[in-house]
Each structure stands twice: as C-alpha cells, then as structure tokens.
T-cell receptor, first 113, second 118 residues
C-alpha cells in the first residue's frame, strides 16, 4: 500500500542555517503531497502542498518540489529562525481506491539562537 | 474566526469511566475526522465522517465511537477507557473528503486533547 517515509529527528540547527527534511513516498497513481507543521502545544496546520509532478509548493520561506522520478517531496528552507522550531509532517493524499491520507511519523526541528 | 475547537484540552480519568471529547467546526465543512498521536507512531486515524450521519472506521477504531448528527459537531466517545488509550487526540475537518479526482482539501486541526487513563 501507499506509504510515506520521513527522515528521523530530532534535527537541531543554528539560526540562519539551511534546512532540509527528507520525505519519500510510495504510491500508485498520482497522489497529492503535503507538509504540515505542528508548533508546540498546537494542532497541525498546512504549510504547503503540491498536487502534481514538478509542482513546487511554497509558504513562509519553505519550499518543496513534487519529484515523481525520485518519489520525493523534500522540505527546504534557506535560513531557519528560532520560530521555525516545530514538528513537521509529510503526508500523501491517496488518489486511488483507498482514498486515505497517509502520514509520515514527523520530524522534530529545534533551532537555536 | 474559522476554527476547530475541542473540549476538554486536558483530561485525566480512570479505567472504565465513560467520557466524551467534543469537536466543533464553524467552517461548514463536510469532512471530519479524529486522530490520535503517539510517540514513534505518528498520527493514526480513528474514525472519519464524510457528511452528516455518515461515519466510517479509520485505522484504529477499536474502543472508540463517534456520531455525526449535525454538520458542525463530531464527538469522540470512549465507552470504557483503558490505559492504552492514553494519547493526544486531534479532531480535523476539511471542506470535502477525498474527491473523485483524488485531490484532498486542506485539513484544519483542533488544538488537541491530552487524555490520560489510569
């Protein structure tokens, strides 16, 4: 079945460092891909999304490109801030018969000043 | 303000004492769902509802019940809680469920309910 694999955390960076959080997926068909962020003590919220191959989602300085050839949707940010400290979830929207949202396990990011 | 609200935010209870966690959304969303979040296991869907009076099991429905009598409300019921149901619970809603095109709408999450069953 469909699945999402995220790099394990925690990831610890200094402010202004470059961030990459890897996400790869397996799926039949053409799923939608999402990154959600969970700030401490809060629910998840959508960070960005992409609905077809080669789409680039972007928001708040974060970017991710839907790469069908490598089945990846890596999250990047050029210069992280302390306020980016959170847990990041990669998710796949199954377009096939299952029609489910498949979630990665989450990657915790801590940014130090 | 568009939001999903959950109550209570924190709850400590004892094994076997029935409880209900409420969830309400003010965005006229059709699709609602419940998740539990556990360390190392990520988010797992408990139940979902495509619209009023239509509910279905998610990945981990055992020990839980839901109802959807009104569009805005989707309570989660634990008839006889057990310690393995100690978890962080999230309600979520979206405009529609999975569309026939395969597309998914943005999920809006509540703030979470931390439940401890002793």
């Amino acid at each position: 079945g469909d699945s999402v694999t995220q790099m394990e955390g925690p990831v610890t960076l200094s402010e202004e460092a470059f961030l990459t959080i890897n996400c790869t997926y397996t799926a039949t068909g053409y799923p939608s891909l999402f990154w959600y962020v969970q700030y401490p003590g809060e629910g998840l919220q959508l960070l960005l999304k992409a609905t077809k191959a080669d789409d680039k989602g972007s928001n708040k300085g974060f970017e991710a490109t839907y790469r069908k050839e490598t089945t990846s949707f890596h999250l990047e940010k050029g210069s992280v801030q302390v306020s980016d400290s959170a847990v990041y979830f990669c998710a796949l929207g199954d377009a096939g018969n299952n029609r489910k949202l498949i979630w990665g396990l989450g990657t915790s990011l801590a940014v130090n000043p | 303000e568009a939001q999903v609200t959950q109550n209570p935010r924190y709850l400590i209870t004892v094994t076997g004492k029935k409880l209900t966690v409420t969830c309400s959304q003010n965005m006229n969303h059709e699709y609602m769902s419940w998740y539990r979040q556990d360390p190392g296991l990520g988010l797992r869907q408990i139940y979902y509802s495509m619209n009023v009076e239509v509910t279905d099991k998610g990945d981990v429905p055992e020990g839980y019940k839901v109802s959807r009598k009104e569009k805005r409300n989707f309570p989660l019921i634990l008839e006889s809680p057990s310690p393995n149901q100690t978890s962080l619970y999230f309600c979520a809603s979206s405009l529609w469920g999975p569309r026939t095109s395969g597309r998914w709408d943005e999920q809006y999450f509540g703030p979470g309910t931390r439940l401890t069953v002793t």
